[in-house]
């Protein structure tokens, strides 16, 4: 079968295209995937988990057709069915023509979106899902900040922050990007490349961060003193994986924090599908690659400030 590999470093990458690797071979309740279309996440190519995979084939979330049942399978979806997937982190493997999932990644794609649509969404709805609710714990009328926010998980967030929870959205992003906030219900935006934005935004319940780095030292200023930062940036601040504390906190002693990285949820999956489908949730826009312009594809989601989610094509 045709994939991607991340051949080097992570110092120094190279994307390589093979076009006769094995197709994988079904366990038990697995699920083999023939992919019609794979997202992209720049910051990927960045992540160690990546080089510690057996053929170092890059992606976590696609869209296709189910192509076999593993023998133990008994859920409750078909082989010809329409699915979409999220791979747990540290595996990957959507970059190829077929993938392996779990019965635990896979759900049913929205019937109203194209696959195109459907392999941008994986990731940016099972993450802002698990930021918003299991670990924001957010509730109608809290003020939830959204740094990052005309990215793909941002945009999302804003929907569900606004829309779903009822809560009171600010939107973090350039000045171009602030009427489709807007129109997405955003009700405040704020451009990051102001001076002092940080001094605007106050009595803040929830930071939801999807930037990192100066962005979210700077997102402590505007959290109430009891208040929340969740944070999903890359990379992930010294303290994610370690028991150390921010240097924020020394000032701002009661307000919590947490970093996380996204888990495999088809149940949420299957959730979002049926907003989509209902019109609760609008899905992003996409920009798509063929297969040969993988290359093309990474550096185009390597681009900070885009609009669009870049997309690569199987079929």
């Not at 077929?98 to 459907?118: Q, R």
């Not at 992003?284 to 997309?311: D, H, I, N, P, T």
Request: contains cysteine; glycine residues 8%; negative net charge.
């Amino acid at each position: 079968m045709r994939a991607i590999q991340v051949l080097g470093s992570k110092a120094s990458p190279e994307i390589f295209l093979n076009q006769s690797l094995p197709k994988p071979a079904l366990q038990k309740s697995d699920i083999l995937i023939q992919v019609t279309a794979a997202g992209v996440t720049g910051d990927e190519i960045l992540w160690p988990e990546l080089y510690e995979t057996p053929f170092r084939i890059p992606g976590h979330e696609l869209s296709g057709t189910i192509s076999e049942l593993g023998p133990e399978y008994r859920g409750s979806l078909v082989i010809g069915q329409e699915v979409f997937a999220f791979t747990e982190a540290d595996r990957g493997q959507c970059h190829a023509e077929y993938a392996i999932c779990s019965e635990n990644e896979v759900a049913p794609k929205p019937a109203s979106i194209s696959h195109l649509e459907a392999a941008a969404l994986p990731i940016p709805l099972l993450t802002t899902f698990e930021a918003i609710l299991d670990h924001g714990k957010v509730r109608p009328g809290m003020r939830v900040l959204i740094t990052g926010a005309s990215g793909a998980v941002g945009r999302i967030g804003v929907q569900l922050v606004a829309r779903l929870v009822d809560s009171h959205a600010i939107a973090l992003a350039s000045y171009k990007n602030h009427d489709a906030l807007r129109n997405l219900g955003a009700d405040e935006v704020i451009d990051y490349a102001s001076t002092g934005w940080e001094s605007k935004v106050d009595a803040v319940d929830v930071v939801f961060d999807t930037v990192g780095g100066t962005v979210l030292k700077k997102s402590w200023e505007t959290v109430k003193e009891d208040g929340l930062i969740v944070t999903v940036g890359d990379p992930p601040p010294s303290w994610a994986f370690q028991d150390l504390r921010p240097d924020e906190a020394s000032s701002r002693p009661y307000v919590r924090y947490k970093y996380f990285i996204v888990a495999p949820n088809a149940e949420r999956l299957r959730q979002a599908s049926e907003m989509i489908d209902t019109g609760s949730l609008r899905p992003l826009m996409v920009k798509s690659f063929g297969y040969e312009e993988a290359e093309k594809a990474w550096a185009y989601a390597r681009q900070r400030g885009r609009e669009k989610k870049a997309v690569i094509c199987f079929l």
